[in-house]
């Protein structure tokens, strides 16, 4: 890969970082004041916080802000009385209206049961034995074992993108061209601007961004149903795809892969930073983590109910409704704060510990309900793999005393943004 390319990709990965705000504040000590004491807030608190929204809201929307696990809970299992098709009008406006996470009612269910087979463990698996694994131990984490320390952030940037663009099917050869591909995917995310003054120049940025990943993306379908389409790969996959007699187009396609691209990176990269960072900052845990694998799972589960990448989530109210005696009206803005609803204490005791022994109980770090992350299998085998290899590779892995130590930030795509290391 070129310096130019690393340079594009470190920059739009920190442009991203930088927009979703929060490195100011503890977040946590707010969301615990907000349980006790205003649990329904009437007011859109991620702006207060100056994060942009991804859902295209309507000044004139009245918002209301959840901070509870059950409200939460409750909000996003139901997709009948709280929709998410406003979505379409915000980010989903990068990628034609067409994105998973903007669809409701039977237009949402029929989509998504077409795609989920190609996402569940058995296919995830068979990724992980014949690419995920030996991508990440032979194509990064060996290489680097010499050199006995460094920032593992640079290889959580990475590591996802060459992963996630092998198993969609491009050409594994080309590595400057997938690290273009991810800098577009990334300035899609960063679309959405508080600033006007930043606000038109990014959308435009983004919109770009958009088209250009679209029209590689589309070259790669059709070169791939043009051959018959009998890989293994997520786009020969996709072609192949049926669900009562309907099948997906080319533009469908295209469109759903490049819809895929901004969080499936992004989020891995984040997600890995902060479960890194926890086991680093608790050697014992990561003692017992190395000693037994069994636990590789539940660390990861735990992390991302600690620190969720994704903090929050919004729907709409499909008719009036009332949340703890507080009035919603149809078509008011329903944000959800999954991490305060990840630590809150009557669901979770001992909420801000990171607890790899916690009782399983579900959390929303990959979302909840109709809409749950369709490749969470995918980013945990990811993670999985990631730090199995770490643990047999790099031994006496521990932070480097001599740099600053990691801080997971942001009040939107949360995580660190640097993590020094050294190993024996």
């Known amino acids: 890969m070129s310096t130019q390319a690393r340079d594009n990709l470190g920059k739009a990965f920190a442009d991203v970082a930088s927009n979703y705000r929060g490195s100011d ?3 946590h000590a707010v969301y615990r004041e907000m349980r006790m004491n205003s649990p329904v807030l009437e ?8 994060v942009p929204s991804i859902a295209g809201l309507d000044a004139n929307r009245p918002t209301f802000t959840l901070f509870k696990y059950n409200d939460v809970m409750a909000v996003m299992r139901d997709a009948s009385n709280f929709t998410s098709g406003f979505i379409a009008e915000g980010l989903g406006a990068f990628f034609d209206g067409l994105i998973l996470t903007a669809m409701d009612g039977d237009a949402h269910k029929n989509i998504r049961n077409l795609l989920q087979p190609v996402f569940m463990p058995e296919t995830v698996n068979r990724w992980k034995e ?7 131990r032979e194509e990064y984490i060996k290489p680097l074992v010499p050199s006995k320390g460094g920032d593992l952030m640079d290889f959580a940037l990475y590591f996802p993108i060459r992963v996630i663009y092998s198993l969609i099917g491009f050409p594994e050869d080309r590595p400057d061209e997938i690290e273009q591909y ?20 990014a959308r435009g940025a983004a919109m770009e961004a958009a088209k250009a990943l679209y029209d590689v993306v ?8 043009a051959t018959g389409a009998e890989g293994d790969d997520l786009i020969s996959r996709l072609i192949r795809a049926e669900y009562e007699g309907r099948s997906l187009d080319d533009h469908e396609i295209a469109t759903f892969v490049r819809s895929l691209l901004p969080a499936a990176s992004e989020t891995t990269t984040r997600t890995f930073g902060t479960l890194m960072t926890l086991l680093l900052e608790n050697p014992e845990v990561l003692e017992r983590v190395r000693n037994d694998r069994s636990l590789v799972s539940k660390a990861i589960d735990e992390a991302v109910r600690l620190e969720p990448v994704a903090t929050f989530k919004v729907r709409q109210a499909a008719k009036d409704m009332e949340i703890r005696g507080v009035q919603i009206p149809k078509g008011a803005m329903v944000q959800c704060i999954v991490t305060s609803a ?14 790899i022994d916690r009782r399983p109980k579900p959390s929303f770090g990959f979302g909840f309900g109709p809409h749950m992350c369709i490749g969470q299998f995918v980013a945990k085998t990811e993670l999985n793999c990631a730090l199995n290899a770490i643990l047999d590779l790099m031994p006496n892995i521990r932070l ?8 997971i930030i942001g009040a939107q795509l949360r995580g660190p943004h640097y993590l020094h290391v050294l190993w024996d």
């Open 130 to 136: 014949t690419k995920i694994d030996r991508v990440i």
């Open 25 to 27: 504040v503890d977040l």
């Open 182 to 201: 991810a800098a577009w995917a990334l300035a899609i995310l960063a679309g959405p601007q508080v600033d006007p003054e930043k606000a038109a120049a």
């Open 218 to 225: 589309k070259v790669v379908v059709a070169e791939r149903r």
């Open 400 to 407: 480097d005393p001599s740099k600053p130590a990691p801080e």
């Open 342 to 355: 990840n630590r809150d204490e009557d669901a979770f005791e001992h909420g801000d510990v990171f607890d």
């Open 43 to 50: 007011e859109n608190f991620m702006a207060r916080l100056g």
